[in-house]
């Protein structure tokens, strides 16, 4: 036998005896393992005595200083219910080569939960069926989970016409609206309002005859700009929400925060004695990250579900002053005295926020930290984004963003979500022109996951967005089910790309921030074989494949865009330049490819060849600002080339290998 069929012998052995529970001698003497379990006790960690998950960490972190073999941490099955976020730092990294992975114990489904159940319900209103729990005070949620699906917020719509904003709120135009004026809590109100790409939340300070006076700076922060609450691009719909009042419709809850009742309109069929309802109570459940000199590194997690998150800035007087993709503006700024006349399409002040905006932090999140793996997961019933990868420092609860370097997201399934599914780093200076090249979020993969019903409450969110990275893979993944786009590449709209843009120093930025001279971090970008499907639901503006920004080296193709609602296909937004995309099949999109452009703000220099659309119709032109368009063949009757056939076929998730020792513990996508 060769020296490599003997190598490959041994290490089948190893595994087969590990799975078993049967380790031969040698592995025994050199790994280990260590079980945790969510009734876990002491500090053994054994099969027979596991312990707590906390436990756990606190045992790897005496096996893992001079690590000869990887170590490998079994969760048994059932629900572990966080009290703070999980950390992982440099102190519980993998050493010489080896990683650690924490994953469910062979037929196991653990769950990660940041909730508590909310029990002991009773029926509090029989004619509306309207049900209620006691579950106590001093905390609050704006999510709720009930049998596994995000349960909808109490609410009503507003018309637009029977209102009308001014610098504190907004006054009752129509006599329909009076009902307001006696909701028994108008402070715990808020206005969600969806304009074309923006999804924002402003707090109600009160009501009261006819007035409907708003929390400040959320107020300000949401009225000026762009697509604000007040002069959005599309009109779309306007709600008021979180009042016991608004509890009308199936599937609607609200809670009172002075009493501690939850109260809740079951979805027919609903049996209230046996619903699983959840109330989050963390923020974020896992956080890998350690420092710039000491990165957080090889550490990996398999087959496990991460649920029940609920951000709570946006219930706070700074609301959700959204911007785009889950990017929002943040604290008290200067702006013009008429800013409801002068500044709903931008202006000067606008501007010196921009270089400030904060990003949503996600449920789980790297940064400063290394090899680290995701596969097989499932995220699910998180309260916003749910994995932050490099982001910068303010969406971090380490405080320390930005600084992820080979990233891998394989095979997980992301669905039930508020907020986005990937989010892949910053949007601050740091993130596009690091200060420490350490800093540089670099060699991430984000390949064969399923991406569904996401971006519930935070509509403007993407299920991938990659803004500044190099070298990053988003390849087979199937996305569907979207109110707003699939995949969005690059952030800044051109402003942070060598020599400025032209239109942003018309706007005055540059009063506000350097005119960078030098690239920014987004190059080398692949998006390819992707499946996306029904998306752009509820937003505009928008795209299956969506890109900002000069990104040098990045490819699109053989991606699979169907039925997103009439929208764009390819979606080339300002300052896109670098960008080569073929061998895509559009099929039931508006324009195919479109290129928003104007003299001033850098947009061209793309080139599509040998693209597949059922729609010939696009507004990207071979030969205007140095763009390449050839190759289109346009399909009539779904008389799709083989050619094309192919690509449909093998977009998407990719059927999964054998496993090998790698592999084990890994789950498929639809676990």
């Given at each position: 036998?060769?020296?490599?069929?003997?190598?490959?012998?041994?290490?089948?052995a190893t595994?087969?005896?590990?799975?078993?529970?049967?380790?031969?001698?040698?592995?025994?003497?050199?790994?280990?393992?260590?079980?945790?379990?969510?009734?876990g006790?002491?500090?053994a960690?054994?099969?027979?005595?596991?312990?707590?998950i906390?436990q756990?960490?606190?045992?790897?972190?005496?096996?893992?200083s001079?690590?000869?073999?990887?170590i490998?941490?079994?969760?048994?099955?059932g629900?572990?219910?966080?009290s703070?976020?999980?950390?992982?730092?440099?102190?519980?990294?993998?050493?010489?080569?080896?990683?650690?992975?924490?994953?469910?114990?062979?037929?196991a489904?653990?769950?990660?939960?940041?909730?508590r159940?909310?029990?002991?319900w009773?029926?509090?209103?029989?004619?509306?069926n309207?049900?209620?729990?006691?579950?106590?005070?001093?905390?609050?949620?704006r999510?709720?989970?009930?049998?596994?699906?995000?349960?909808?917020?109490?609410?009503?719509?507003?018309?637009?016409?029977?209102?009308?904003?001014?610098?504190?709120?907004?006054?009752?135009?129509?006599?329909?609206?009076?009902?307001?004026?006696s909701?028994?809590?108008?402070?715990?109100?808020?206005?969600?309002?969806?304009g074309?790409?923006?999804?924002?939340?402003?707090?109600?300070?009160?009501?009261?005859?006819?007035?409907?006076?708003?929390?400040?700076?959320?107020w300000?922060?949401?009225?000026?700009g762009?697509?604000?609450?007040?002069?959005?691009?599309?009109?779309?719909?306007?709600y008021?929400e979180?009042?016991?009042e608004f509890?009308?419709?199936?599937g609607e809850?609200y809670l009172?925060?002075?009493?501690?009742?939850?109260?809740y309109?079951?979805?027919?069929g609903?049996?209230?004695?046996?619903?699983?309802?959840?109330?989050?109570?963390?923020?974020?459940l896992?956080?890998?990250?350690?420092?710039?000199?000491?990165p957080?590194?090889?550490?990996?997690?398999?087959?496990l579900?991460?649920s029940h998150?609920?951000w709570?800035r946006?219930s706070?007087?700074?609301?959700?002053?959204?911007?785009?993709?889950?990017?929002?503006?943040?604290g008290?700024?200067?702006r013009?005295?008429?800013?409801?006349?002068?500044?709903?399409f931008?202006?000067?002040?606008?501007e010196?926020?921009?270089p400030?905006?904060?990003?949503?932090?996600?449920?789980?999140?790297?940064s400063a930290?290394?090899?680290?793996?995701?596969?097989?997961n499932?995220?699910?019933?998180l309260?916003?984004?749910?994995?932050?990868?490099?982001?910068d420092?303010?969406?971090?609860?380490?405080?320390?963003g930005?600084?992820?370097?080979?990233?891998?997201v394989?095979?997980?399934?992301?669905?039930q979500?508020?907020g986005?599914g990937?989010?892949?780093?910053?949007?601050?200076?740091?993130?596009?022109h690091?200060?420490?090249?350490?800093?540089?979020?670099?060699?991430?993969?984000?390949g064969?996951?399923?991406?569904?019903?996401?971006?519930l409450?935070?509509?403007?969110?993407?299920?991938?967005?990659?803004?500044?990275?190099?070298?990053?893979?988003?390849?087979?993944?199937?996305?569907?089910?979207?109110?707003?786009?699939?995949?969005a590449?690059?952030?800044?709209?051109?402003?942070?790309?060598?020599?400025?843009?032209?239109?942003?120093?018309?706007r005055?930025?540059?009063?506000?921030?350097?005119r960078?001279?030098?690239?920014?971090?987004?190059?080398?970008?692949?998006?390819t074989?992707?499946?996306l499907?029904?998306v752009m639901?509820?937003?505009?503006d928008?795209?299956?494949?969506?890109?900002l920004?000069d990104?040098?080296?990045?490819?699109?193709?053989?991606n699979y865009?169907?039925?997103?609602?009439?929208?764009?296909?390819?979606?080339?937004?300002?300052g896109?330049?670098?960008?080569?995309?073929?061998?895509?099949?559009?099929?039931?999109?508006?324009?195919?490819?479109?290129?928003?452009?104007?003299?001033?703000?850098?947009t061209?220099?793309?080139?599509?060849?040998?693209?597949?659309?059922?729609?010939?119709?696009?507004?990207?032109r071979?030969?205007?600002?140095?763009?390449?368009?050839?190759?289109?063949?346009?399909?009539?009757?779904?008389?799709?080339?083989a050619?094309?056939?192919?690509?449909?076929?093998?977009?998407g998730?990719r059927p999964e290998?054998?496993?090998?020792?790698a592999d084990?513990?890994?789950?498929?996508?639809?676990?």
């Amino acid at each position: 036998m060769s020296r490599a069929c003997l190598t490959a012998a041994v290490a089948l052995a190893t595994v087969t005896a590990t799975a078993l529970g049967q380790a031969t001698p040698a592995f025994a003497a050199r790994a280990a393992t260590v079980h945790a379990a969510p009734d876990g006790r002491g500090t053994a960690c054994s099969a027979a005595r596991p312990c707590a998950i906390g436990q756990a960490k606190a045992k790897v972190r005496t096996l893992n200083s001079r690590m000869r073999a990887d170590i490998v941490v079994q969760l048994a099955g059932g629900t572990y219910r966080l009290s703070a976020p999980l950390t992982f730092t440099a102190a519980d990294s993998g050493t010489n080569g080896h990683t650690i992975t924490w994953q469910a114990a062979p037929g196991a489904r653990p769950v990660l939960s940041g909730a508590r159940k909310a029990t002991g319900w009773s029926r509090q209103d029989p004619a509306k069926n309207i049900w209620q729990a006691e579950v106590g005070t001093g905390f609050d949620f704006r999510q709720l989970y009930v049998d596994g699906v995000q349960a909808t917020r109490a609410r009503t719509e507003l018309s637009r016409s029977d209102l009308t904003a001014d610098a504190d709120g907004y006054t009752f135009t129509s006599g329909g609206l009076a009902y307001l004026n006696s909701l028994a809590d108008p402070g715990r109100t808020e206005i969600d309002a969806l304009g074309s790409f923006t999804n924002r939340y402003s707090p109600v300070a009160g009501i009261h005859d006819g007035v409907i006076t708003m929390e400040q700076p959320a107020w300000n922060n949401n009225t000026f700009g762009y697509d604000t609450i007040t002069e959005p691009f599309r009109k779309g719909p306007l709600y008021i929400e979180n009042a016991y009042e608004f509890l009308d419709t199936p599937g609607e809850w609200y809670l009172n925060t002075r009493t501690g009742t939850l109260y809740y309109k079951p979805l027919p069929g609903q049996d209230m004695s046996t619903a699983d309802v959840e109330m989050p109570r963390l923020e974020s459940l896992l956080s890998v990250g350690g420092t710039y000199r000491a990165p957080a590194t090889r550490i990996a997690f398999s087959g496990l579900r991460f649920s029940h998150t609920s951000w709570l800035r946006p219930s706070t007087g700074q609301g959700y002053a959204d911007q785009q993709t889950g990017a929002f503006l943040d604290g008290t700024w200067d702006r013009p005295s008429d800013a409801l006349s002068s500044c709903q399409f931008g202006c000067r002040l606008f501007e010196a926020t921009r270089p400030h905006w904060r990003q949503m932090p996600a449920a789980v999140q790297v940064s400063a930290a290394s090899h680290i793996t995701f596969t097989g997961n499932r995220f699910s019933q998180l309260g916003q984004v749910a994995l932050g990868i490099g982001n910068d420092a303010n969406a971090h609860t380490t405080g320390v963003g930005l600084g992820a370097d080979t990233i891998s997201v394989t095979r997980n399934v992301f669905t039930q979500g508020a907020g986005g599914g990937v989010v892949v780093g910053g949007v601050r200076s740091d993130a596009h022109h690091p200060a420490d090249r350490r800093m540089t979020n670099r060699s991430i993969t984000i390949g064969d996951n399923v991406m569904r019903d996401l971006a519930l409450d935070y509509r403007d969110m993407t299920a991938v967005l990659v803004t500044y990275a190099t070298d990053t893979t988003v390849a087979h993944n199937e996305i569907h089910d979207l109110p707003y786009t699939g995949i969005a590449i690059g952030y800044g709209w051109g402003a942070n790309d060598p020599g400025g843009s032209e239109d942003y120093l018309n706007r005055g930025l540059y009063d506000f921030q350097p005119r960078y001279t030098t690239p920014t971090t987004l190059r080398n970008v692949r998006v390819t074989g992707n499946h996306l499907h029904d998306v752009m639901r509820r937003m505009d503006d928008g795209a299956c494949i969506y890109t900002l920004s000069d990104a040098p080296s990045t490819r699109i193709d053989r991606n699979y865009c169907a039925d997103n609602n009439g929208h764009y296909g390819l979606y080339h937004d300002e300052g896109s330049r670098g960008y080569a995309d073929s061998g895509n099949v559009f099929r039931d999109t508006g324009d195919w490819a479109h290129e928003n452009h104007n003299p001033t703000n850098n947009t061209g220099a793309l080139t599509l060849t040998d693209n597949w659309t059922s729609d010939g119709s696009l507004s990207l032109r071979d030969g205007e600002r140095g763009n390449t368009v050839t190759g289109t063949v346009v399909v009539g009757d779904g008389d799709w080339p083989a050619a094309a056939q192919r690509v449909m076929e093998n977009a998407g998730v990719r059927p999964e290998r054998p496993a090998r020792p790698a592999d084990e513990g890994a789950r498929s996508p639809d676990q």
